[in-house]
């Protein structure tokens, strides 16, 4: 980066730093290579050689019904995954640029406990909680409102997935929240906005790259969730990942699990493609302080 | 929605304001008076209770007790966003994600003004403070004086009878300040509306001001025109805070024909005299002293000693601290065509009893100067 920035001498001196800087991420980039680069190779060539060299493997995935519509539920639990997450993480990253530096603290450590929490555990308690005779029913109940069904159903899924990936949502939010300059609020109103106006106009824009960027997190993570939609999932939410597991594990197709899983990646890359250019608009201009 | 006629400057009636946090009185008991198309300066050092004022009159901050009238209607309680009011605030607070164009677009696009109304309206604001050719850029992109332009313009593209800036200059050098000053005057001026100006710096609020009201403490010390409160401060807070002067404190006798106070050994008089129990100090201003070496007389019947401790050319003449016989500092101004005098050297100040002010001594005068 600095090599790009610096004016003087494009020559000697700016490509001895470039190598410096590389140099200094040498062990990342090689980590990176092996544990991500040459398994995921693997992954391609085996869907593409096994059991013999063709598109064999690609053909079944788009000729069974049944993968199409868990590719499709996949892409639409992670959407609203990363909708619950942003309608429950913009108030509370609010709040946390509001309160003082205690209670924010106190805030923080709520948000980042869960993540010392194992998933395994969280998913289970979040089994608890949902069933049928669980807490939250009892409680429906209770109030009269009547029981629920959301142990094994889409709606479960997704109060558990959004549960374990809120805080990669609360803190890109928070950090960019942090960022904006409240008096731009007051300056709104003296200009004739009611305090809602001006929040629409004004703050909601400026919080956007923060917004875009917990999004992107969530719901690429979200995608490829495997412990929290099996456990707390039925047959009619299954997600991608878990049908990867059949075909890898219990079938010992290689090749078709390869497929499934570059395929995910694939249509993750082209949404993101389509997505990019709207959001790098509205990023840039947030960004101008 | 409003035409050029009827955009006249409203009245401003603040009658007997008080704002408390807790046990801290911001303002204790404020009243100001401002003419519809006045350029009220509100001027004190920082915590003094201007930007309190300022911040009342805007509707950013509630009232503890007292009346406010804009316009002739009472505004006590009515939020910021409906009381029509302009503000410049010194972080000039544009809006980053918007450009110039829409950022000074933006009090019209809230009322509901037309597109063609709205872009003819937005470049005459544009124009009125030279920023014209800016409209596509992004605040980012401008310096910190451009960008108070732009917020200037932004706060008077929908007509508001009252503009209030708060430091709008503070955060830019002197020359630019300067020049935005006189800017200022000439926006004042053509618009007719009333403006609030808020700022610490004396000289700033001598230029821009019709009058000024000085404060200190949260309350109002004198208002007046720069004139009447250089002239005549009704305080030495504000004689203090007006321009340089010299005060004079000793020992003080009063008598039918006045007051003397002794200087070292040294006597001064004056015509004047304070009634009810107060300390009286002089103050004199320092072109009504005239500084000679020992042993030449000029007009005036006091006469103190005193040694130069700091002189300061200034181009169009010298100023010069002379430290007098009990340790004070009189400042003195003389032209360039007068002698000059060196830092040690033994001098005379002569002065005019008539010129000096008597005035009440107040110890917290010098502490929140500073």
């Known amino acids: 980066m600095s090599a790009i920035v610096e004016p003087a001498k494009p020559g000697t001196a700016g490509r001895s730093r470039a190598w410096k800087a590389f140099a200094l991420a040498l062990p990342a980039l090689i980590l990176l290579v092996a544990v991500v680069g040459y398994p995921l190779l693997m992954i391609v ?3 593409l050689s096994e059991p013999h060299w063709g598109v064999q493997n690609y053909s079944w995935f788009f000729s069974t019904p049944v993968n199409l519509v868990v590719l499709k539920r996949t892409f639409a639990i992670s959407a609203w995954v990363t909708v619950v997450c942003v309608a429950c993480a913009y108030p509370y990253a609010y709040l946390m640029t509001a309160v003082g530096p205690k209670v924010r603290l106190v805030m923080v450590l709520c948000v980042l406990i869960p ?10 308690s979040w089994v608890i909680l949902l069933q049928d005779s669980g807490v939250i029913n009892s409680v429906l109940k209770w109030a009269g409102i009547g029981t629920v069904r959301l142990i094994r159903t889409q709606t479960g899924v997704v109060i558990g997935m959004a549960q374990v990936l809120l805080p990669f949502m609360i803190l890109p939010l928070y950090s960019v929240m942090k960022g904006i300059d409240l008096r731009l609020m007051r300056a709104a109103q003296s ?3 009611r305090p809602i106006r001006a929040f629409f106009t004004v703050y909601l824009p400026l919080s956007l790259p923060g917004v875009y960027a917990g999004a992107i997190i969530v719901f690429i993570l979200a995608l490829g969730f495997y412990i929290t939609p099996a456990l707390l999932g039925g047959p009619r939410s299954t997600m991608l990942s878990t049908l990867v597991q059949n075909q890898v594990l219990s079938l010992l197709q290689w ?7 570059v395929v995910l990646l694939l249509a993750t890359f082209l949404l993101l493609a389509l997505a990019a250019p709207a959001m790098r608009q509205k990023h840039k201009e947030g960004a101008r302080h | ?9 409203a009245a401003i009636e603040i009658r007997s304001i008080t704002k408390t946090y807790g046990d801290f009185r911001a303002l204790d008991d404020v009243s100001l008076h401002v003419e519809p198309g006045e350029f009220m300066t509100l001027l004190g050092p920082s915590g003094s209770g201007k930007t309190t004022t300022l911040n009342v009159v805007a509707g950013f901050t509630d009232l503890t007790s007292g009346t406010l009238l804009v316009g002739g209607k009472n505004v006590v309680g009515v939020p910021a966003h409906k009381r029509n009011i302009g503000v410049v605030f010194q972080h000039y607070a544009l809006f980053p994600h918007m450009t110039v164009g829409r950022n000074v677009a933006y009090p019209l696009t809230l009322r509901g003004v037309g597109k063609a109304e709205r872009e003819a309206r937005v470049l005459r604001a544009l124009d009125m403070v030279k920023m014209r050719d800016f409209a596509h850029r992004y605040p980012s992109e401008l310096s910190g004086g451009q960008q108070q332009r732009v917020a200037l313009a932004r706060a008077i593209v929908f007509d508001p009878p009252v503009l209030l800036m708060d430091e709008p200059l503070g955060a ?4 630019l300040r300067e020049w935005l000053q006189l800017e200022i005057k000439r926006i004042h001026r053509e618009l007719g509306t009333t403006f609030i100006y808020v700022t610490h710096d004396q000289e700033e609020a001598l230029v821009l001001s019709d009058r000024i009201a000085v404060f200190n403490r949260g309350r109002i010390e004198q208002v007046g025109t720069g004139r009447e409160l250089y002239d005549e401060p009704s305080t030495l807070f504000v004689g203090r805070f007006i321009g340089d002067s010299t005060v004079l404190r000793g020992g003080a006798r009063s008598d039918g024909t006045g007051t003397a106070l002794k200087i070292a050994d040294e006597t001064v008089t004056t015509p004047r005299r304070l009634s009810g129990d107060v300390t009286p100090v002089m103050l004199l201003r320092p072109e009504k002293l005239s500084i000679r070496r020992p042993g030449q007389p000029a007009a005036g019947q006091n006469r103190l000693s005193g040694r130069i401790a700091e002189a300061i050319y200034l181009g169009s003449g010298s100023k010069y601290e002379v430290a007098l016989g009990d340790g004070s500092l009189a400042i003195v101004r003389s032209s360039l065509t007068d002698e000059s005098f060196k830092i ?4 005379d100040l002569w002065f005019d009893g008539a010129d000096a002010k008597l005035l009440a001594d107040d110890a917290s005068a010098e502490t929140t100067l500073t």
């Open chain 2, 1 to 9: 929605m409003t035409t050029k006629a009827s955009n006249r400057g």
């Open chain 1, 191 to 193: 200009l004739g906005a």
């Open chain 1, 45 to 47: 060539l085996r869907s």
């Open chain 1, 255 to 261: 090749g078709r699990g390869g497929a499934m899983g």
């Open chain 1, 115 to 124: 993540f010392w929490v194992s998933g395994v555990v969280r998913t289970l």
């Open chain 2, 172 to 175: 830019l050098d002197k020359k």
């Open chain 2, 344 to 347: 040690g050297e033994q001098v």
